[in-house]
T-cell receptor, first 115, second 114 residues
Framework: AQTVTQSQPEMSVQEAETVTLSCTYD???????LFWYKQPPSRQMILVIR??????QNATENRFSVNFQKAAKSFSLKISDSQLGDTAMYFCAFIDYNAGNMLTFGGGTRLMVKP | NAGVTQTPKFQVLKTGQSMTLQCAQDMNHEYMSWYRQDPGMGLRLIHYSVGAGITDQGEVPNGYNVSRSTTEDFPLRLLSAAPSQTSVYFC?????????????FGDGTRLSIL
């Protein structure tokens, strides 16, 4: 079974600064996808960024980028120029080709962006 | 385009009562799933469906039933509510066949069992 671990329960960052959220996972599969989801106080689950395991290039979406280290099974999220609206829970999630679209989530990191 | 709609948004039940959480999507998605989110934890998969008439168990299926008679609807039934089922429940849908397609989540149902 796959597991996803987020070792930072809470983090804080000053507005406009950069913060990195950590995620490690465990799998015996070679082909899979990784995601970061954001859950603001409104409780909605919002996809932030995704990474295909077969791609060596790290995914980037505007201020959000990942550092994907396949050998180390690490998938960190970097948020640049942090904004107050980035305050939320962030969940790392994993899916493999053989599991359809069913996600395995990490326990989450609560990020507070301070003015 | 409503996306994924969950009803109700909040519900309080007494132990032993039964109820159905409704989930509907209007995107013609094949995949639908139910997750629960407990405090301080990520979402855990309860049941999922890869198409009408097909359902399967996820990580935490005990105490819940599902059915998928149409593509649009995927209700979750609590047979005999227990305090351990107090949680926030999320329904999600996505297109089939491509694991990298993002899941669309509903706004969640906060359920309290007394």
């Amino acid at each position: 079974a796959q597991t996803v671990t987020q070792s930072q329960p809470e983090m804080s960052v000053q507005e406009a600064e950069t913060v990195t959220l950590s995620c490690t996972y465990d799998t015996s599969e070679n082909n899979y996808y990784l995601f970061w989801y954001k859950q603001p106080p409104s409780r909605q689950m919002i996809l932030v960024i995704r990474q295909e395991a077969y791609k060596q290039q790290n995914a980037t979406e505007n201020r959000f980028s990942v550092n994907f280290q396949k050998a180390a099974k690490s998938f960190s999220l970097k948020i640049s120029d942090s904004q107050l609206g980035d305050t939320a829970m962030y969940f790392c999630a994993f899916i493999d080709y053989n599991a359809g679209n069913m996600l395995t989530f990490g326990g989450g990191t609560r990020l507070m962006v301070k003015p | 385009n409503a996306g994924v709609t969950q009803t109700p948004k909040f519900q309080v039940l007494k132990t032993g009562q039964s109820m159905t959480l409704q989930c509907a999507q209007d995107m013609n998605h094949e995949y639908m799933s139910w997750y629960r989110q407990d405090p301080g934890m990520g979402l855990r998969l309860i049941h999922y469906s890869v198409g009408a008439g097909i359902t399967d168990q996820g990580e935490v299926p005990n105490g819940y039933n599902v059915s998928r008679s149409t593509t649009e609807d995927f209700p979750l039934r609590l047979l005999s509510a227990a305090p351990s089922q107090t949680s926030v429940y999320f329904c999600a849908s996505s297109t089939g066949g491509f694991p990298n397609q993002p899941q669309h989540f509903g706004d969640g149902t906060r359920l309290s069992i007394l």
